[in-house]
């Protein structure tokens, strides 16, 4: 069975970090490329970051860029989201996924940033 658990958010204050992970089970990371989602209440989910195992970091939303690094870990199976220097306008719920999505891919429970200014 295919799944992606995300974990490690929290509440931060403005200019703080923190480091989210995806553990994956069902496939191994060199099959898919994973990516970090983020959907803020009252708006749409949108794109963050994503990676694959054969050409590194391949996406940065510009509004992350300089502030958030994504990266992997093998032989965890884990892909992670270091968030830095974070802003109010970081807080989603935070999701990971196998990348591209379509229309039908499920979206667990994700997990919950707040930066409170």
């Known amino acids: 069975e295919v799944q992606l658990q995300a974990s490690g958010g929290g509440l931060v204050q403005t200019g703080g970090s923190l480091r989210l992970s995806c553990v994956a089970s069902?496939?191994?990371?060199?099959?898919?490329?994973i990516g970090w989602f983020r959907q803020a209440p009252g708006k749409e989910r949108e794109g963050v970051s994503c990676i694959n195992t054969d050409e590194g970091v391949l996406y940065h939303a510009n509004s992350v860029v300089g502030r958030f690094n994504i990266s992997s870990d093998i032989p965890k199976n884990t892909v992670y989201l270091q968030m830095n220097s974070l802003k109010p306008e970081d807080t989603a719920v935070y999701y990971c996924n196998r990348a591209p999505v379509t229309a039908t891919t499920y979206w667990g429970q994700g997990t919950l940033v707040t930066v409170s200014s």
């Open positions: 069902g496939f191994t990371l060199d099959e898919y490329a």
